[in-house]
């Protein structure tokens, strides 16, 4: 086996190829698992056909949760006899199936070897702009197996915009009613009820992802005014927005009415999201003054601590020095940091809080490929190639922002002119498996030679053929990459 047909994305911690051993043959595999590891062995009897044993005694691959080692943690033993799989939880085992998966060639062998894993960073997440276009349960779900595939653990629904809010609130029944029907370009809009959010949280805890939901506010919330024009301050005339622009809404900071509004939103939201976030934005406030941004963010921020949730926002909600104890900034500047971008985001680790890092010159899957790409955006800092997504080192993005401060990084997919699953695809894919190994994966560095682009770049295409696309996953054909099938979508000549 090739090294590229054999490298593992992402990248696990410790490999040991074991060269006297003839390694197992698929042909002869049979399943054995408790209770416990039930989840895992039905994956992994699907994803490589593998029959169960009736007996243990004809049982060549075991799966055991010991409760030992880190979280998400794992070893995988192959030999000629057989696959043992430990791991300390189920999210480990499960995670250890995803490598499982990418490990047999094309005659079914899996070479004897030794892979003890787990993750760099705790958070390792995708954000879906649901706002600006909205996808459907089922497109959702179908992102949710994306992520799944990569040891990607959070998934982060920015729920409201100026174009949309798309999640049913019983209290204030108008947002929906109302604020629901708009997207970017004048499309048909949409929501999620209370139940299918609860689908949709349901469906991710059993691929060992936390929902995270963001109420966006103070600004971006032009959707919000329009179901409760008396939100806005007097004077203001709201009206369906289907543009892109952004900056230009407000809540009323200095009313009572906008308060009350976010404890009966927030409150809510926290109620439907079993896991531990609420986002609320925070960002291009650009209609607020910079005091009252500063009140609002400090009131606003009490609200949403009060659900027992931990408060995450955008970077520039570090202005405040009167955050909830233990909140999350999240950075979305460019690797050169924006004028106090850098200041903010530390702010939030000197309030007893850490870093989320999205740079948007990195991992902003909005950006174009190319600048010939029909889809996507462009920013200062895009183009973003595949390569360009790969190779940068959270721990030297902010000066004075050391790694135990960072939960982890995440890459937002803000969708503009995204509309439907082939585009969350052709995004998303392949810049997503770099996001993946730069949040799962050892820093690069002379003792991990493999930890590089030279040793990623040919694996991606192997990774795409192994289960990529056997998942019904498309992606685009990055130019740094070089391609053996037909699959994938051929960007136009600069």
Known sequence: MSTAASRIIPLPLHREIHEGDTGFNLADARIISGIAEEAAATLLAAALDIPFAEDSEYATVTLHIDGAGAPESSRIEVWSEGIHVLAADAAGLFYAVQTLRQLPGEDGLIPAQTIEDSPRFAYRGAMLDVARHFFDVATVRAVIDRLALLKLNHLHLHLTDDQGWRLEIASRPRLTEVASGTAVGGGPGGFYTAADYREIVDYAARNHIVIVPEIDIPGHTNAALLAYPELADAGVLVENYTGTEVGFSSLAINSEASYDFLRDVLAEVAAL??????????????????????????????????????????????????????SIGQYWSLTTPRENAAAEILSFVNQGG???????????????????????????????????SYEWEPSE???????PSILGIEAPLWTETVATLADIDAMYFPRLLGVAETAWSPRAGETRPERSWESFAPAVDAWFERVGIPAGISFTRDAGIEWTGEHGRTLPAA
């Open 273 to 326: 999201t079993p896991g531990p976030y609420l986002h609320i934005g925070g960002d291009e406030a650009l209609k607020t003054e910079p005091e009252d941004f500063l009140t609002f963010i400090a009131r606003a921020g009490r609200i949403a601590a009060d659900t027992g949730k931990t408060v995450l926002g955008w970077h520039e909600m570090g202005r405040s020095s009167d955050l909830p104890r233990g």
């Open 354 to 388: 850490s870093a989320i890092l999205s740079p948007a010159d990195r991992i902003y899957l909005d950006i174009k490929h190319t600048a010939a790409d029909p889809l996507g955006l462009v920013w200062p800092g895009g183009p973003v190639s595949a390569r360009q």
């Open 397 to 403: 993005l902010v000066a004075g922002l050391d790694e």
